[in-house]
């Protein structure tokens, strides 16, 4: 619902392609590196089906999900919105979640049960994801999804606080029934990125109330229409698990592993945010110019982010702006005027493009060992 309706006039093509490649791999697979103790999942946890008022059928979701090489998916719809019920009549709740799961038996997705409880401001929309029975989250008064949600265990988040037409300013408003699903333990985390919004203000709410942080696409239409084509990546979180598991994906999301990622946008609190810019960057080759003391060090970026730095070391650079970026999958070599020659170095640089609060950048260091 937060976002306009694309008519779909191409679904048939899509099909008969994707028949073609049973692999589903696409021209734009996301990568990220995992870090120590854990694998990074690449998860997308709220869109929309034509079982609420997305206008594609569910498994196009999955087959979306395999091109991109994400790692786990959740059909949200929304329990009381449902624009297509005279066309497409369903009394059960979770069939998008079975068509869902029946196109990604073949393959190494994890498809997670969801739905979107949807009100006005104050409660607004809150995906509950790991449900059990959607059917059973409807219900007259908000309070007591919420509380059906709880008892199924779910993970429950917060979806576009700060979106404008449930809050005119486009900041959210921490409102006493909020309050209340956190003091309950019935509300875990919050969008600061949904579609092509990102809030500093729920980044605010998130580490004030110690909720987790999430970004999703919130897709109503194609994937490739609304973000591919444009030359973005849809909205992701990363989330830290034990395992590649749909308990390793709760887990992480209980425990506030995460960062949410939207193409060079990352934020995530700095425990997980820093390890994960540590790891996106490989240190190549490192010599000095001959009869020089510049150094030149070959900086490799393996994430799917370009990823923007800032020089915070005490040497200068001899050719490149102090600030300087490395596009997804790219490297750049940076020739550091170290004054003497030193055996090793620890570079240290500002990663502008990504935040642990509001208006802060992490600053990552690399050791490097000379040849
Ligand atoms: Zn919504
Ligand atoms: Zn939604």
Do not use: C
Request: charged share 25%; proline share 5%.
């Amino acid at each position: 619902m937060k976002t306009t309706i694309v008519a779909v006039t191409s679904l048939f093509s899509i099909l008969s392609l994707s028949a073609q490649t049973h692999s589903h791999s696409g021209t734009q697979p996301l990568s990220y590196p995992d870090i120590q103790g854990y694998v990074t999942l690449k998860t997308d946890l709220h869109m929309h089906s034509v079982f609420s008022d997305g206008s594609v059928w569910p498994t196009i979701r999955v087959e979306e999900a395999l091109r991109e090489n994400l790692d786990a998916i959740s059909l949200t719809e929304h329990l009381e919105y449902q624009p297509h019920k005279e066309d497409i009549p369903h009394p059960d709740r979770n069939r998008a979640y079975h068509l869902a799961m029946e196109e990604a038996k073949e393959h190494d997705l994890l498809i997670i049960p969801g739905s979107e409880i949807t009100r006005s401001a104050p409660v607004g929309h809150n995906n509950a994801v790991f449900i059990k029975d959607a059917n059973e989250l409807l219900h007259e008064d908000a309070k007591d999804a919420f509380s059906t949600a709880k008892k199924q265990n779910a993970f429950v988040f917060w979806n576009h606080p700060a979106w404008y037409a449930q809050s005119p300013a486009g900041t959210p408003i921490l409102s006493d029934f909020q309050k209340e699903r956190i003091k309950k333990g019935e509300l875990h985390g919050i969008e600061v990125i949904n579609t092509v919004d990102y809030s500093e203000e729920s980044l605010a709410l998130a580490l004030e109330n110690n909720l987790t942080i999430m970004g999703t696409s919130d897709i109503h239409g194609l994937i490739d229409w609304s973000y591919t084509q444009k030359g973005n990546h849809r909205p992701i979180t990363l989330v830290f698990a034990k395992d590649k598991s749909i308990e390793g994906l709760k887990e992480a999301l209980f425990a506030g592993r995460t960062v949410a990622v939207y193409n060079e946008l990352l934020v995530g609190k700095a425990e997980y945010l820093k390890p994960l810019l540590q790891a996106s960057i490989e240190i190549g080759k490192a010599e000095y110019i001959e009869k020089t003391q510049v150094l030149e060090v070959e900086l490799k970026n393996i994430s799917s982010s370009d990823l923007l730095f800032e020089n915070a070391m005490g040497y200068t650079f001899y050719d490149s702006s102090p600030v300087f970026e490395i596009p997804a999958g790219e490297s750049k070599t940076l020739k550091i005027k170290t004054l003497e020659k030193l055996k090793t170095l620890t570079i240290k640089l500002v990663a502008l493009g990504a935040y642990t609060a509001p208006k802060v950048h992490p600053t990552i260091e690399w050791k490097v060992i000379m040849e």
